[in-house]
């Protein structure tokens, strides 16, 4: 397969992740940096091109709230669940075991040439 | 201005203006954070292509910019593959015509100014052909975006080639040359509505189906043939610098409209609703009403269809009385054939009224 069609495949796999990764990691408060720091940390790395547009379309969703607060003497936006973000991030929880286990299934029965 | 400034100076034009000076803060706080952090681990301030490598992963302003926008487009992916060979064949069509047209004025003589005015008015009639049909197919776009195709119901489609398929999706060649006369003044409408049904049942007659393609094409040179009563130039071409129509055809006119909206209305309805008979009942009706109305003129006007723009000028070798007859004529066979369809189909209803079996033999 050449690169292009790979790289292609891993955003379009990785894009779905990415929002279900972000919700799970807002079950606590985060500002934008420490969010993907703690992301990075865990595996899942995420530029700031991608980060922040996300978190804003998150919040216009309804998904996340966030509020202007001053620490570190710094004024910083933080994220964190709406009470609808909640609960859509645990369906999503349960569809993405649900995948898991197929995608494992069907790629464990199926040997890779 | 630092090399952040500088970033965000052209981030901020591309933004939207409601969250512009909201997103900007946001950004140049968890920017500073980030240098922060990273003077503290580093011990020192950071040099220049430290903090162009730390503005690189914002991302090219005009990209930043747009992840912050909902997708917005005119021609969505559904409907993009329609489109483009739609606009390319219409602008082809337009062009060949104002070609022909410039031809036939050199051919006879005409002075070159008018020549020249009539090429004028080609890339002009490019130009509304372009905007007429994005603008149609925003519109269609439009209205599947918004959920017009949500209530398919696959049960509802008879299975082609069926019997009920067959009887409601029937165009026969007459109804053809009728609606491609209306449309464009003969072959080439009647071509493109012919041509691109994929599929042809085996019993002969130039029976037919409709098709999304035929649909968005009959849109186009609807929409083409209307306009052109209104800007000469789009049928014309070039000959719109000395020709113009007459009084006969805006009297005409209110009929066409009816026409083309008939007919592309039917050709919807038999694509997406085969089972609704009484739409095609009421569109028999109106398709009677408008071929008597179109009789009716043919028989009371006195056929001025095209008149010279300036009738004190010479035209040499150009007869406007020519073009009149080849007006006269083609709305002639369009009545005509929309006579035949109307008999074929009272004779079909009179088989079908002797029982199925006499139907079917």
Known sequence: MAPDQFDTLRLELRRGCLVLAVLAQLRTEHYGYTLKKDLADRGMEIDEGTLYPLLRRLETQGLLVSEWREEDKRNKRFYRLSPTGKTVLNELLNEWQNINTAVSRIAGSRSVA | ?????????????????????????????????????????????????????????????????????????????????????????????????????????????????????????????????????????????????????????????????????????????????????????????????????????????????????????????SAWWLLALKFPALMFGGGAAILDWGADMHRLYPVLVVAQVITLAEHAVRLMRPNDT?????????????????????????????????????????????????????????????AIGTVRRIARWFTSRRGPRAAHA
């Open chain 2, 278 to 338: 009484r739409v095609f009942r009421i569109t028999r009706l109106v398709w009677f009403a408008t071929g008597a109305a179109f009789l009716y003129f043919l028989v009371t006007l006195d056929h001025q269809w095209v008149v010279w723009r300036n009738p004190l000028e010479a035209h040499a070798g150009l007869r406007i009385d020519l073009i009149n007859y080849a007006f006269s004529a083609a709305f002639i066979f369009a009545v005509a054939c929309g």
């Open chain 2, 1 to 221: 201005m630092d090399l952040f400034d500088r970033y965000v100076f052209w981030l901020r034009l591309f933004l939207p203006k409601d969250q512009r000076d909201d997103i900007i803060r946001e950004l140049s706080e968890e920017y500073r954070s980030h240098v922060a952090e990273k003077e503290a681990e580093l011990g020192r301030p950071l040099n220049r292509d430290e903090h162009a490598g730390l503005i690189a992963q914002f991302g090219h302003p005009l990209l930043m910019a747009a992840r912050y926008r909902p997708q917005q487009y005119l021609v969505g992916p559904v409907l993009f593959p329609f489109y483009w060979p739609v606009l390319k064949v219409t602008i082809a069509l337009a062009i060949v015509v104002h070609v022909v047209a410039g031809l036939v004025m050199i051919a006879t003589g005409t002075p070159f100014v008018d020549v020249a005015r009539g090429a004028d008015q080609a890339w002009k009639s490019v130009l509304a052909i372009f905007a007429w049909v994005t603008i149609a197919f925003a519109v269609l776009d439009h209205s599947i975006r918004s959920g017009a195709l949500k209530g398919w119901n696959p049960a509802a489609a008879a299975p082609p080639g069926s019997p009920q398929h067959v009887a409601n999706h029937a165009v026969t060649g007459a109804e053809h040359a009728t609606a491609a006369v209306n449309q464009a003044l003969g072959a080439v409408n009647f071509g493109l509505w012919a041509v691109p049904h994929p599929r042809r049942p085996a019993r002969p007659g130039r029976r037919c189906q409709p098709s999304i393609s035929g649909l968005l094409v009959g849109v186009v040179l």
